[in-house]
């Protein structure tokens, strides 16, 4: 298998590079569909944790890096825009190659405390691409706010994966208020719409939170040696209270400019949703 994948890696440079030179973008798709289906059957049929973890793990970081610097080079050089088929592509490559590093890791005995740190990987990736694609000024402002938008993605990820409880929905708060406020202010529509979904788990986890604590029986002497206040649970609504309030403070002070004369649905159900949330 190391054989026939050094060797699927060689072509696909070779391929990459002439339909980069000559613009054959169906040479580009046909390998990248190929190649991804050659790794996953394998994974599927072949895969064992005690002989190709590694082998899986490097060939599988090298298949996504070539087909990633390869999108990228197009866009950054030509200053060509995102289309819905460019994003679908970036995307699938991007869970494609997280997929199964997440499934070889967690195969592993004890793997499990290291899935965090592979989200994290898949997630500084991301920020060096969209660090390149900054420091460009040929590169298009779609193209670095969706790979910007992939670190954030990967980061929201990796908190789940590596923590659990109230740690969760005290860093989805904070996450969802900065993409709101980068959203709105900057004018990006998509990372504002990422913060909506982000509000929608934070709730779900708040709620996931005050079931597990406030639903237990306890007895008198449990329920003293809780501190009034100073207590996980007020502390973490607190905070989602506080950034919340920023949100809609930012969504009163910047209003949504659009030129259509009524606001996109999903805006008018979150100027609705987050007072409502907010006073829950």
């Known amino acids: 298998v190391v054989i026939l994948f050094s060797y699927v890696t060689i072509i696909n440079l070779g391929i990459l590079t002439l339909s980069f030179k000559k613009t054959w973008k169906a ?50 050089l030509q200053g060509e825009p995102l289309s819905r088929w460019d994003i679908a592509l970036m995307t699938t490559n991007a869970f494609i190659y997280y997929m199964w590093g997440y499934f070889a890791i967690a195969d592993k ?22 660090l390149v ?68 788990l934070t709730f779900s986890s708040l709620l996931h939170d005050w079931a597990d604590f406030y639903t237990i029986q306890y007895s008198d002497d449990a329920i003293k040696k809780i501190p009034l206040f100073f207590n996980i649970q007020f502390l973490t609504s607190a905070w989602i209270c506080a950034t919340w309030g920023w ?17 996109p649905i999903v805006q008018t159900v979150f100027q609705w949703g987050l007072p409502v949330f907010l006073l829950i």
């Open 27 to 76: 040479l580009y798709y046909t390998s990248f569909v190929l190649t991804w289906l050659i790794f996953s059957f394998w994974f599927i049929d072949r895969y064992n944790t005690e002989e190709y973890l590694w082998v899986a793990l490097i060939f599988s970081t090298l298949i996504f890096a070539t087909f990633y610097i390869t999108f990228l080079a197009y866009k950054l």
């Open 109 to 130: 005995p004890e793997g499990e405390i290291f899935l965090g740190l592979f989200t994290l990987f898949n997630a500084v990736l991301h920020f060096a691409a969209a």
């Open 133 to 200: 694609i900054f420091k460009r000024q040929t590169a298009t402002r779609d193209t670095f706010f969706f790979v910007a938008g992939l670190v954030l993605v990967f980061l929201t990820m990796a908190v789940p994966v590596q923590l659990d409880g109230n740690w969760v929905t005290m860093i989805w708060a904070g996450e969802a208020a900065l993409l709101f406020w980068i959203g709105r202010t900057k004018k990006f529509v998509a990372y504002e719409r990422l913060s909506y979904v982000l509000v929608l």
């Open 247 to 263: 949100m809609f403070w930012l969504n009163r002070k910047h209003p949504l400019l659009t030129n259509e004369t009524k606001p």
